[in-house]
């Protein structure tokens, strides 16, 4: 079955850059999705179509796409963006969507 | 604004059905284009897509689940479904409900983002 792999973790000091990569590799073909999920609550998109931010969404939440990799970055860490992210897409039909393994981001 | 709410019983036995209810609320599950899915989240863990239906009663199921998964959707009630059979522990989960912006371009079928989701509602097997 079809995979995209995240890191497990990301540590970053407040006002560094945060960088997330997801890899798979139906990704050249299929739009990237980031959602932001804090403990005991649902996720929250993030980042729609690669590289949109939805309205509502701080700027210091940038998305980008490479090939097979995409990569959620955040700038100018704030205590606040310390949850778990989640990568989505789909496989290479385009009709089953698939997560990412989830990377915690933790605020140092 | 258009908010989603998960209910249905908590505790489930091994081997029974799983059944979940979505509402729609703050709008009409026919309006726009959208998909509506269903998605799980075992404790720890990371997120599951389960499968999405469309308001004409078309659906996508996960193919790791699609043999127990059944979507249905009651636009009179402007809600949504899941039925999962012959669970096991490892059906224990939180499940939610969301907004699927999944659409049929010209280029084929494409993914689209989750941007409204239910509160969650978690789902235990256990006799």
């Known amino acids: 079955s079809y995979e995209l792999t995240q890191p497990p973790s990301v540590s970053v000091s407040p006002g560094q850059t945060a960088r997330i990569t997801c890899s798979g590799d139906?990704?050249?073909?299929?739009?990237a999705y980031w959602y932001q999920q804090k403990p005991g609550q649902a996720p929250v998109l993030v980042i729609y179509?690669?590289?949109e931010r939805p309205s509502g969404i701080p700027e210091r939440f940038s998305g980008s796409s490479s090939g097979t990799t995409v990569t959620l970055t955040i700038s100018g860490v704030q205590a606040e963006d310390e949850a778990d992210y989640y990568c989505?897409?789909?496989?290479?039909?385009?009709?089953?969507?698939?997560f990412g393994t989830g990377t915690k981001v933790t605020v140092l | 604004q258009v908010q989603l709410q998960e209910s249905g019983p908590g505790l489930v036995k091994p081997s029974q059905t799983l059944s979940l209810t979505c509402t729609v609320s703050g709008g009409s599950i026919s309006s726009g284009s959208y998909y509506w899915s269903w998605i799980r989240q075992p404790a720890g863990k990371g997120l599951e897509w389960i499968g999405r239906?469309?308001?004409?009663?078309?659906?996508n199921y996960n193919p790791s689940l699609k043999s127990r998964v059944t979507i249905s959707v009651d636009t009179s009630k402007n809600q949504f479904s899941l039925k999962l059979s012959s669970v096991t522990a490892a059906d224990t989960a939180v499940y939610y409900c969301?907004?699927?912006?999944?659409?049929?371009?010209?280029?084929?079928?494409?993914?689209?983002?989750?941007?409204?989701w239910g509160q969650g509602t978690m789902v235990t097997v256990s006799s």
């Open positions: 239906i469309y308001t004409s009663g078309s659906t």
């Open positions: 139906a990704l050249p073909k299929q739009y």
């Open positions: 969301a907004r699927d912006s999944y659409g049929i371009a010209v280029a084929g079928p494409q993914p689209g983002a989750f941007d409204i």
């Open positions: 179509k690669d590289s």
């Open positions: 989505q897409s789909a496989d290479s039909s385009g009709t089953y969507n698939v």
